[in-house]
């Protein structure tokens, strides 16, 4: 891994932790039918939001997708209110009414994920054009999946941002699979996501390893230029994998689609020990008993909240 300083790296791990630790808890409690909504897991693809997100200002934006824990809390977003929003309560992010894939946390500038593929790239470039009117040098940070570069509007909004020079960093999180088909059975090239990109005027960059202080210091250096104005967008492929199934808490090795020969490589090269590796092991041991602290306060404080009142299914409605 390239060399950060001990702060970085306090910071870096703690947030990896943190993901996992809260995903793992979720897996647990998700069979006993106190979470109400589907979950998809970010296990094994924390250093992507994580790497981006560090890199980022409390004042910018970002926006996940239907796999958005992981953006979630890397930006800062308030993970009581992330349990309390599984468990439908009304101290969820969203009231209780988004459940796991419409996570929303303004006050920590987290601006708002969506179930369908592709959708909130579109809306990121709404707030970078206001962004960039704003002129205060802030960047939003649009998250994506791979199946969401085969949507047309993927390819409307690289346009629509190079014409525009708009503060906007694309994210693929490339997991490879689309559900379940993966993506050489969907694209005749994949191996050239980047290389298409860039035909828009975008710069593009591609880490392969999902190393984290990559994938950081590609923003580190980005950002500065974007706020300055003399980058418009850019674009980061991360390549990385899930852990887990598609949506829900367990494995799914046996549905015959992709097997643990794959997870292999992944799970040795699992950023969380490593970085885990690189701290003293009693700052190590604070920062998870923290983490630790703070994942049972989370699902103490969704136990504990109630549910919407009743009158609440027609508040927010437009229509």
Known sequence: MPEADLQTIRRVYAS????????????????????????????????????????????DLAGGTYRGHATYIAKGGDINALMAELYGKDTGCTRGKGGSMHLC????????SSAVVGTTVPIALGYALALKREAKGRVIASFMGDGATEEGVFHESLNFAALKRLPVVFVL???????????????AVPDAICERVQTYGIPAYRVTDADVFKIRNIMMDALPKMRRGEYGPIF??????????????ANDYDAGYRSTDDLKPWVDNDQIPRVAAMLDPDERARIDAQVEKDVAAAIAFAEKSPFPAAKELHTHVYA
């Open 16 to 59: 990896l932790r943190l993901i996992r630790r809260f995903e793992e808890e979720v897996a647990r409690i998700y069979p006993e039918d106190k979470i109400k909504s589907p979950v998809h897991l970010s296990i094994g693809q924390e250093s992507v939001a994580v790497g981006v997100c560090d890199a980022l200002n409390k004042d």
């Open 236 to 249: 980061l492929e991360c390549h990385t994998y899930r852990w887990r199934e598609h949506v829900g808490p």
């Open 173 to 187: 999180e490339n997991n490879f699979f689309a559900i379940h088909t993966p993506i050489a059975r969907r694209q």
């Open 105 to 112: 946390d303004i006050k920590n500038n987290v601006v708002g």
